[in-house]
């Protein structure tokens, strides 16, 4: 039997599907949200049906935007010839961060996992063919299409796929380097991790 | 009764990784396969977070030396050291999933706690192979037979399952897939589904089939696709389960084909 009253059992409900949301915290969230007062549920309600109703996909490079083409796509300054093909939204902003990189993203919304059946049909991965090939026709340079992937099985799949079929536009592809996080300690990689960083050595 | 040593206790194995699945915020739950107890379900704490010591070792295809703390429903893995990461397998996307076929086959197959020394020592020597540069598409059907055999379902593919006579090269042979079994021409009508085995394919099927180790096949890549076909229906009759990572080892589409970007499709299926 539920001791919650239905409105806040369905509140509870609501946060629970959220990931990383277990039963205790939507309980607690749910309580916070009861307790606050009623603008404070009316800016979180208002903000979660606004980002809704206008976040979408940029249509050139899949990146979730509130305006099409998205913010990056739209920059005069970004260099259009450099294309950065990462998983996730997320990854966009975790390249973001490094205020290093000034060319456009492409991402892919997923990876290729042969054991759980996601192929690339389920993937950006037509969109971001296509978007090579337009540009090819519009007679945009195209310098580099940099993968940037987690190495993991997935992302090694995705890599290789994708490398494999766009071998034949005759664009010049690489990968991010894997190996020692900044600050590491030698001393406390592990086997897999140091071999990695030994073969992407680069010579100085 | 259970092989296993008895609960709280810590045991070291060594165990190839076939398959991982996020649990939680920053878990992991690793499928192994190991010498003395088949397979082994073991949650892996924290190896999604970042600064994880064992994340770069608990991957699918990675052999390791695993020191494990049994638990009530799964075990849990204190260290890891590894033992053969097939890291090159990475380079290479037909024999990435070839391997990746091998593991999806083995879990499916497999038991908890059933000791499988064999199949493990055929998996590693596979990976080593696929490794080395084998022919993927030849190793896989090696590997498949070899499983077939050690689950105990060998069928013998000298002969014709209906009449029983041995076949020849020069006889037309069709396959059913859905039963594993070959068929001579008089006695394909009737078995609905089957389909034309040409002679080399023939040859390489009772070939593999008493072969202690990978052969090299005198076959091209749209009549091994054919084979596995044929073994990817046999098996997924037999677990009763689909076997999703066979749709990746068949031919991938090109920039400038037709439709370029699918799961690569079934090619090579013979027809009569």
Redesign the interface.
Known sequence: MSYLTPPLGRLVGAFQKLP?IGPKNAQRLAFHIVRQPRQVAEDLAEALLNAKDTIRFCSICSNLSASDPCEICQHSERDQGLICVVADARDVLALERTHEYRGTYHVLQGL?S????I???QLK??EL?QR??QMQTDGVALREVIFALSP??EG??TT??LT??????DIPMSRIAFGL?MGGDLE??????L??AL?GRRSI | MSNLPPQRHRFDVAALQLKQYPYGEGDQILLLLTREHGLLRAIAKGTRKPRSKLAGLLAPLRCNQLTLVCGRNLHRVEQASSLQSFSSLQNDYDALMAGLVMGEVTAAFCQEEDPQPALFDAFCLGLLQLQSGFAPRALLLWFLLYLLENQGFYQDWRYCAGCERQLQAKDRVFLLGSAGVLLCQPCKPGAEGARYLYPEQLLALQQLQQAPEPLPLDLDERRCNGLLWFLQQHLEQLSGKSLKSFAFLYPLPEAGSASPVATPVKQGVNTP
């Open positions: 990383g290729i042969p054991m759980d059946g192929g690339p049909e991965v037509r063919l090579l090939q993991t099985v090694d799949a290789l796929y494999r079929m766009l071998r034949s536009l996080p406390y990689a592990d086997e897999v991790t071999a990695r073969e």
